[in-house]
């Protein structure tokens, strides 16, 4: 997986990547349903943005793969993958 971990502003962007064979099937169900179960969560640092419609991460599978994209990085995947229980191991992050 490769995240950008860099300060948020209003025109970052952060993509991932991650096998599929490393996520069980609920955590593929909490990564496409990300924006509801974050906020149901409630974690004080994701909530204090005001989350908006535009902070939901775009996400696909493709080549045994799974990927996701943002425009506007207000939601904090790496946060919540970490909350799902992603082993930081097969987190590989870069750093623009």
Request: net charge negative.
């Amino acid at each position: 997986m490769k995240f950008k971990l860099d300060f948020v502003t209003n025109s970052s962007s952060a993509s991932f990547i991650i096998a599929l064979d490393k996520l069980s099937q609920e955590q593929l169900i909490l990564i496409y349903n990300h924006f509801s179960v974050g906020k149901l969560i409630k974690r004080k640092q994701i909530m204090s943005y005001g989350l908006s419609d535009h902070d939901e991460w775009l996400i696909w599978e493709d080549d045994g793969k799974l990927n996701g994209a943002t425009s506007m990085d207000n939601f904090d995947m790496y946060w919540f993958l970490q909350e799902i229980g992603i082993p930081e191991e097969v987190i590989e992050y870069e750093r623009d």
